[in-house]
């Protein structure tokens, strides 16, 4: 699979997500939509979206609620008008206006992400001092622990489709999972043990699982909070590159039980 076509794939599936068309992210000009459900959109989004900044890096598209159009509009024509600089709008102290505006609506700006992609010309099964090996569904019967909360999950077990678990003898030392997110996209978590971490495990298992994904016929995609710097250089590390980012807006009761 080229990087052209991995990218296609994306754009599509963003499209399903925002209720927009792909070329919608590579416009000239910031583009607000009305989000709605869509059976195709990512199995986790809870859709419609009060409001979801996303960005490719050329302008930002907005998937929003009606009762939040208009404003989210001229946020964005603000920062077009002001110096056209795009990637502003994600920042603080202008993000600040989006919060005071939502929280009327009982709405907070909560997730701030950055996405990557497999670079194809890159990507390759990294070395590893331990074994590896491939896992599917029925391996992960007595995997949904707090260790691995990251390359599994729980609510969504039937989404866990294929797995990379690095082992010390008979111990299990890291775990690379993927679910199914998407029809065409799979998302990739990984954990290791505290004690086994920078040995090259996480980037071993998860350029591994990435190419046992691409080799199904799948597109591996990465994501991390902005901040989790570790994580961004394992997805490096790994093959992968920056895609996109999205910040959303949830229910404040949501938002707050991140703040406990």
């Not at 792909?22 to 416009?27: G, H, K, M, Y």
């Not at 505006?101 to 670079?119: H, I, N, S």
Request: hydrophobic share 40%; with cysteine; proline share 4%.
């Amino acid at each position: 699979m080229t990087n052209e076509e991995i990218m296609r794939i994306a754009l599509q599936q963003q499209a399903y997500d925002m209720n927009c068309r792909p070329e919608d992210f590579s416009a000239d000009h910031n583009i607000v939509v009305i989000s709605q459900k869509n059976s195709r959109a990512r199995k986790y989004l809870a859709l419609p979206f009060f409001c979801n900044l996303c960005s490719y890096g050329n302008n930002v598209v907005a998937s929003v609620d009606e009762r939040a159009a208009g404003f989210v509009k001229q946020y964005l024509e603000r920062e077009e008008k002001s110096n056209g600089t795009f990637f502003e709008s994600f920042l603080t102290p202008r993000l600040h206006l989006l919060t005071e505006e939502f929280a009327k609506y009982g709405k907070l700006t909560c997730f701030m992400a950055e996405y990557f992609l497999p670079d194809a010309g890159l990507l390759k099964p990294l070395p590893c001092s331990y074994e590896i090996r491939i896992l599917t569904q029925p391996d992960f019967a007595g995997l949904y622990l707090p260790q691995w909360r990251n390359a599994l999950c729980e609510a969504r077990k039937e989404l866990d489709v294929l797995g990379a678990a690095a082992f010390d003898g008979e111990k299990m030392i890291g775990l690379a999972g993927s679910s199914a997110d998407g029809e065409e996209m799979w998302q990739i978590g990984i954990d290791v043990l505290p004690e086994y971490r920078r040995r090259g495990i996480a980037s071993a298992l998860t350029s591994r699982l990435a190419a046992e994904i691409l080799q199904r016929g799948k597109v591996p995609f990465y994501c991390c909070a902005w901040s989790n710097i570790r994580s961004a250089r394992n997805a490096i590390k790994s093959g992968f590159r920056p895609a996109w980012v999205e910040l959303t807006a949830v229910d404040r009761a949501q938002a707050e039980q991140y703040m406990k």
